[in-house]
């Protein structure tokens, strides 16, 4: 995956207070909100596919894409989540026109790729809010692209009345009267070259990786939202402090960082799904299991930090800096 970052891994984010501008329903269950700088001075911009963190009044921080983010304003989709731990049903219930929360500075680790070959993008349901800027920008710089969207009912997702503008290469289904859209047709019939991009559900994002199991990797671009589960087999491993002195065991149901928080450990996180960065922590010895969307393959081959939101170990022990 090409990542380019607005903010690099690790970096210090800023954090910019900013006010709710506008809200708007884009369909049942998805709700648009405007973000303008509380200065008015223009925000910085987010490329297309950058997520940006806000920080709700539980002092979590949720990862949102940004749907448009190139004119110092930016527009993210929430959708209410049935199991939502508080953030979408806040901003649904309570945040308001004119309330000021506070946003990260944007970061991009689903960019669009430099190439000139045909671009493929695959949405599922509220997976599109990455993708319709990568379409308006493909569409601007008139490069050639498709995208495949699958929502529900197709004709009243969020966003499809912008889709359907920008005319006939999107697509849309409905999958509660076509059922899902065979991924690897899709990937079998595109052109030479063609760079495939998916943002979705699990069971999208999984069909997708095995549609694409042969495509070289450099041309193949997702986005997870919401961490991998651990893997069935996951094992126990132990962390030593080095700091603390202290060692603290990691079973097979519990993460890196909830075993850390039990043991009374203090470590930042917000996102919990290895795509804000906030959690990352040195390591001295020991090789991790990397399992977030963030480090690069150089920064996860020098095992020099991890995510513990999402990863694990390979290794029996691992030597923090904690
Ligand atoms: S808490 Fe966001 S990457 Fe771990």
Redesign the pocket.
Known sequence: MQEQAEKSAGQAESVFAVQVAAMRLESQDVLSIELRHIEDRGLPPASPGAHV?VRLADGV?R?YSVVSGEEGIYVLAVKRETDSRGGSAYVHDRLRVGDVIQVTAPRNQFALADHDGPSLLIAGGIGITPLLPMARALDREGRPWRLHYTASNATVAPFARELQQLGKRVHLHSSASAGRIDLSALVADAEPGTHFYCCGPAGMLDAFVEATRDIEPARVHMERFG?AAPPPDAGSFELRLVKSGRSVMVGPEVST?DALLQAGVNV?????????????VGVLQGIPEHR???LTEAERKSNKTM????SRACSPTLVLDL
Do not use: F, H, N, W
């Open positions: 963190g921080t990862p961490a960082l930042d996180y917000s996102c919990r799904q290895g795509i804000c960065g906030s959690c990352e977030d969307e963030i995510m513990v939101c999402c």
